[in-house]
Each structure stands twice: as structure tokens, then as C-alpha cells.
DNA sequence: ATAATATTGTTGTAAATGCAACAAAATGGC
DNA sequence: GCCATTTTGTTGCATTTACAACAATATTAT
């Protein structure tokens, strides 16, 4: 039955190939809209975290985010009293660059959702949010180099 | 509500970073079991339908698939009728490789699904079926270079 | 049948991705 | 306080990814 796993590889390479083709008209390539949306909406979050939140490599993100800093999308803040991480904000462009990035998110949305009820895209938000739950259990386990048996 | 396609990309990033790290062991590298599978499913399919199907670039799954035959796990056959097409198969090696990647994968699904009914599993594969195929529509559209008004 | 368009496949180039290895600060155990 | 471990961040390198542009065959329209 992993017909399900596949339907959403699918789902997801489709939805974010959409996504770097729209956002080039903001001078966003590929992947970086998946970092400043979630430093527009967590500020202060520490890259580590990010790379956590989004699922992708520590050194993927840190490049990522480096490239937007350079390109004046976010900034990096010193900790107060922590030396060693790097507190990400979203700059004046960055907010600017926001709204685009929602109203595409939420047009996605209502196109993946198209013909489902409110209950059932209601119900396949809570399964979904379980199954990422699950795996993401195995994803840290698997990436701090761990085996899995099977 | 375009949280659903979040946990869709983070669910999706987590499990392809679990495969690709696993597949190492029969020397797969980052995203060959993706195409490897489909071919070994559906005999003499064109990479043109499986980069739709996997819903990647065409010129992406050109590669992937290239180095697939160079490293022995499929060939290509030219078609009887059709001169420009050529017809993929998985070889022996290829075939060999198959039941690690189907026994993966049905791992993942069992760790994906855990917790989950029957009836919920197979109300998420049919909601996400439905998702899929809203989404390929807008897919399509955009990678012909098209553009989505929003 | 011919011309126009679409399909399928390839290559050059630029960029993203991820692993390995390193460094430095923070945290936890004793 | 001191040592071991963990967390956080970076860089070098090899590989994958995708866009652009091209070529060749196939399909469709007239």
C-alpha cells in the first residue's frame, strides 16, 4: 500500500516545481521561498531549527540562507547571550517579497483542494500532519546515521 | 489552509532523504530509485511518460536514467515501429536491486502509517489521489511555460 | 503530399543539494 | 571546575537538477 508515499512525491515535486518556476519574478531560485516563508513567520529562528522545520540538509539550508542574506531577503542577528547561533529575520524585501509568496501558497491550495469538502480537507490535514509526525522520527534518526531494520 | 501542502513537502522531503541515504547500499544515488521502480513496473515505458509520471524535468530524468544504463540497472530498446522513442527495461542487476527498494519502501509506509486505520489510510490515499490529480493539471500548464493568474 | 506543429531525446551551462570534515561554542555528567 | 558530548555553523567537493537551445522523428491540418 505505499501507493500513498507516492502520491505524495508526486504532490510535492509538482507543487514546488510550480512554485520556482512562479517565484522567479521575484528573483527567488529554486528553493529559497521555503526559507523565507518560515523566517517571515518565525522570526528569530536559528538555521539549524529551519533546516529541521523544512527537512532538508544543514548545509542545503545554510546555503540557502546565506544566498538570501546576500541577496538582502533576511538578516542575520548575534544572540544576546548565546555566541554561537545566528537569530534569522526577514529585511524590508524580505516582507515585501511575502505577500506574493502567500497568495501562491494559497492559490496551490485551493487548486490541490479543488472538489474536496471542508471536512475532508479538514480530515486530510490531521492525517497528514500524523504521518509527518511519524516519519519525521525516522528522518532524524536515519540522518544522524542511523540504520533502520526491515 | 495551505498547511496541507507543507506537511505534503515535508513529509516528501523527509522520506526522499531516507531512501536516497538507504539505496546507497546498492549503489543508487540520489534520486535513481525514483525511476528504477517505475521502469521495473512498467516495462518499456519512455522516459518522456516517466519524467510526467515522477513529475520531474525531462531533462532531469534523461540524466538519471542515462546513468541508470551506464551503470547497468536498465537498457534502453529501440521500438519496432516508432524510430524516435526508446523503450525502457530494467536488467537483471536492475531486477536484483528491485525487492530492496520494494521492501524499503513498504517499510516506510508501515512507519508512515502507524497509528492510522484501515479506513484511514484509505481515505488519505484517495484524498491524495484527488489532490495529485488537481495538481498535474496546473503542473503541466506552468512547466509548458504558461502562466497561472492569481 | 506537404507544411506546420508536437513529441521525444540530447547537450551546454549554471545553480542547488548533500556528504565529509572541520571549528567553535554550549551543554551535561562527574 | 573539567572533560566529553552535543549543537551550531562553515567550506570543499562531487553530484543532481533544471533551463535553454537544438535536432530528429512523428503527428496533425490543409
Redesign the pocket.
Known amino acids: 500500500m505505499k501507493e500513498i508515499l507516492r502520491e505524495i512525491g508526486m504532490i510535492a515535486?509538482a507543487l514546488?516545481?510550480i512554485s520556482?518556476?512562479e517565484f522567479k519574478e521575484v528573483e527567488l531560485?529554486?528553493?529559497?521561498y521555503l526559507y523565507l516563508v518560515r523566517i517571515v513567520e518565525h522570526p528569530g529562528i536559528?538555521?539549524?531549527?529551519l533546516a529541521e522545520m523544512i527537512k532538508?540538509?544543514?548545509?542545503?539550508a545554510?546555503?540557502?540562507?546565506?544566498?538570501l542574506e546576500l541577496q538582502g531577503f533576511v538578516e542575520?542577528k548575534d544572540d544576546d547571550?548565546?555566541?554561537?547561533?545566528?537569530r534569522l529575520f526577514a529585511t524590508e524585501k524580505g516582507m515585501q517579497a511575502y505577500p506574493l509568496l502567500k497568495r501562491e501558497g494559497e492559490h496551490s491550495d485551493s487548486v490541490a483542494l479543488a472538489g474536496l469538502s471542508e471536512e475532508e480537507a479538514d480530515m486530510l490535514f490531521q492525517l497528514l500532519q500524523r504521518v509527518r509526525h511519524n516519519i519525521e522520527v525516522d528522518w532524524e534518526f536515519v540522518?544522524k546515521g542511523n540504520k533502520r531494520a526491515y
Do not use: L, P
Not at 536559528?46 to 531549527?49: A, G, N, S
Not at 532538508?56 to 542545503?60: S, Y
Not at 545554510?62 to 544566498?67: D, E, F, P, S
Open positions: 515535486r514546488d516545481s520556482n518556476i531560485t529554486k528553493g529559497q536559528i538555521q539549524e531549527k532538508v540538509d544543514r548545509t542545503t545554510a546555503r540557502a540562507i546565506q544566498k542575520k547571550t548565546n555566541r554561537k547561533i545566528k540522518k
